[in-house]
């Protein structure tokens, strides 16, 4: 039995990966280093800009910030895609750095980033699933709500 490939996976859940968002600092997007693949942290972009600013939870609501989320991780993967060529040449998905732009009193973290884990479950199969770190900051370049950075092992 052949296994779904992550293109096809994109085109099944009507998602068109946007081109790879070009760094908005003195640092490069992705890295790659053997059969590891790192990328920077990646902002909600769409269309080169974002599609939220502020903090979750106070300007920000929890669906917004998902939808963030779900955003940063596209983006992410654009970038893991710009660097190996071909979305079938990734063999684990292993950490996923979630960054959480949070109003004082939020803690809903997890939730936010669940998002991004599970859109990343539902593209690559069980080599999506992978581990997390959620952290909630103060401050977050550009006032965005979210940032994530994706580790992953490539062929």
Not at 2 to 22: D, W
Not at 36 to 52: C, E, M, N, W, Y
Not at 88 to 113: E, T
């Amino acid at each position: 039995m052949s296994q779904t490939t992550p293109q096809e996976q994109l085109r099944k859940l009507g998602i068109t990966l946007p081109p790879a968002p070009p760094a908005v600092g003195s640092y490069v997007p992705v890295l790659r280093f053997g059969s590891f693949v790192v990328t920077s942290g990646q902002l909600p972009f769409r269309d080169g800009k974002l599609i939220a600013e502020g903090r979750v939870g106070s300007d920000v609501s929890l669906e917004q910030a998902q939808e963030a989320a779900r955003c940063c991780v596209l983006n992410a993967i654009a970038q893991l895609q710009a660097a190996v060529g071909d979305l079938s040449r990734i063999r684990r998905i292993f950490r996923l750095d979630g960054y959480v732009h949070a109003a004082p009193g939020f803690h809903q973290h997890p939730l936010v980033l669940n998002a991004a884990s599970e859109l990343l479950t539902a593209i690559f199969g069980e080599r999506g699933t992978h581990t997390r770190v959620a952290l909630g900051v103060h401050d977050m370049p550009l006032n965005a709500p979210v940032q994530i950075a994706l580790w992953a092992e490539a062929e």
